[in-house]
């Protein structure tokens, strides 16, 4: 119930960085919660993709 409520302010900030740490601890609540998994994996994998393309730099961008 309540990594369900940590999953909506994750969705409703616009900081990548706040953002990600409601979805974790959605996650520490809720290990299978659906909807944070989900969310922290495409600010994860943008972060990755970011990094290769890059070369140098990671940047955390909101992809939600």
Known sequence: RHAS???NLGTLTRDTAEAKMYYQRA???HPQHNPAL???DKILTR???S???SGMFIT???VL
């Open 38 to 40: 989900a969310k922290i």
């Open 47 to 49: 972060r990755v993709y």
């Open 60 to 62: 955390d961008q909101a």
């Open 51 to 53: 990094s290769s393309v």
């Open 5 to 7: 409520a940590l999953n």
């Open 27 to 29: 996650l520490q609540l």
